[in-house]
Each structure stands twice: as C-alpha cells, then as structure tokens.
C-alpha cells in the first residue's frame, strides 16, 4: 500500500491547536504521513502568544532536505515563516528539490492579534515565494497586506484575487472568515471565479483555522486529487471541525481535527 506523504515547514504551537501541530494532526485525520520542518518555536496557548524563537536558516534547510531526500513527498504548505532569510531558504530549497505541490498559507498575525511575520518578510513572501505556489490561501488581512490596500466589496476581493494570481501564484483562495455574514472563500484559478460557501458558525473554537484548511489542501493534493477538488473538500473537513470543536483553554479554542473518529459533545467537556 502507497501513503500518501506531506511536509508543513511551519513554526510549532506549543498549545497544540495551530501551527505544525494543527498542520500534522490534519495530515493523520485525513489519511496521509505528515513530516514537518520547523522554521520557529512559539511559546504559545489560547490566549496569545509569549514568545518566539526563529530557527536558523541552515537548520531549515537541513530539516527539508532530509524529509524530502528520504521520505518523497506528495505536496507541501507553508505557514509561519517569520523572518525574510527564513522565507528566501524556503523558497531555495522548494526549488532545489522541484516540489511543485506548495500550498502557502500567508501566516502573519495569530488569531490572538500577535504578529508572527516580520515586515521585511512580507517583499519576501511576494518575490520569492508566492511565484512558486500552486495554491495560496490568505485570509481578508492577509490579502490586503499583500496588495497593499483595504478589501470590502467583493469586486475588491477579486481584484485582489487577480493581483496574487499576477504574483505567480496558480490559485488563490480568499477566505471568507473576516466577511460580514456567511463565511464564503473565493477561488480563483487565474481565468473563473468559484465561491464556497459555508454558513457562519457562532464560535469562539477558531484557533488554527488557517493552518488547518492549508493542510488540508495539501492533504488532497498529496493524495492525487485536483486542486478545485482538493480546496473543497478541505472547506467541508474545516467546517465539520469549527463545528464540532469543543472548549479548552482559557481564549480561542482549537478546532476538532479528529471530530470524524472521535466526536465530542462540546455541552459537557
């Protein structure tokens, strides 16, 4: 039997709820071997972050090469890359090994308001990183830091979509959870527009959304599914687990990654 296989270079969340955590215990709900590169170490909960510890541009390279060198993998995301040097290795090695499946989630502020990307990493990302990208999935902030301007109607967002896409990257989707209302994601493949909707749901479990839909992604890709296929069944995977979340912590809970093999009831944890 072939596994599918996937690699998150991202930084580690030590309350477990984002971050590599949240991107490898995606990777094992949907049925693919998750390995990681871990590009920062976050002193980390539900309430904010406490501090940050970026590791080295060598040591990044080195995780990434061994993973990919032993291992052979099926699709990679990126999350929380911190530093403009951190930004430029990955994008070197991502070349180097020719991976083509990348999935990059813009990772710049923690749902606690604490900012995990430096300002001279954001030329980075756009320079060195999103022309590399199959998919990119950054959220109405995270568009708008990227574009360089505030987004509110949704002519705005499209116009942003078709910017990102001019950036390099071959898809782009901009998440619906900063909308007013339903919570749709817009995907843009560089010619259509598709939305996905998904009804709003009024809970304070949203910890590691980002990084979860962006591993899902990478799951379906990793597994052989296109990407229009990949992005919505990771819509439907993220939906179940915001749904299905349950509370712990004293802040913005994670979501339940493993709702499908072991449900909660959230009334009595």
């Known amino acids: 039997m072939t596994i599918a296989r996937a690699l998150t270079i991202a930084g580690s969340d030590s309350g477990g709820g984002a971050g590599i955590q949240a991107d490898l215990k995606t990777f094992a709900a949907l049925g ?3 390995a990681c590169a871990i590009t920062a170490i976050t ?34 995301k990126t999350g929380m890359l911190s530093s403009a040097p951190i930004v430029e290795v990955v994008a070197d090695r991502i070349r180097f090994h020719r991976l083509t499946n990348l999935v990059v989630d813009p990772v710049m502020v923690a ?32 568009a708008e830091t990227i574009v360089g301007r505030s987004l509110e109607s949704e002519a705005d967002f499209r116009d942003a979509a078709r910017e990102i896409v001019a950036l390099g ?15 749709d994601d817009l995907l843009f493949d560089g010619r259509d527009f598709q939305v996905l ?9 949203t910890h590691g959304t980002g990084c979860t839909f ?30 299905r979340a349950y509370p712990i912590g004293g802040g913005h809970s994670p979501v339940h990654h493993f709702y499908r093999l072991w449900p909660v009831d959230s009334e009595e944890s």
Do not use: C, M, W
């Open 111 to 142: 749902k606690s308001g604490d900012s995990l990307l430096r300002s001279d990493a954001v030329a980075a990302l756009k320079t060195a990183l999103l022309p590399l990208a199959l998919v990119v999935t950054p959220n109405i902030p995270e």
């Open 32 to 34: 693919v071997y998750g």
């Open 214 to 243: 962006s591993a899902a992604i990478a799951a379906g890709l990793a597994g052989g599914l296109g990407v229009g296929e990949a992005v919505s069944r990771a819509k439907d995977y993220l939906t179940g687990a915001i749904a």
């Open 197 to 205: 909707h998904a009804e709003r749901i009024d809970t304070p479990h």
């Open 169 to 183: 990257a071959r898809y782009v989707v901009i998440k619906g959870g900063h909308r007013r209302g339903d919570a």
């Open 43 to 76: 002193a980390q909960n539900t309430r904010g972050v406490f501090g940050v510890a970026d590791i080295s541009p060598e040591l990044v390279a080195a995780q990434i090469d061994a993973v990919v060198d032993d291992l052979g993998i099926g699709a990679v």
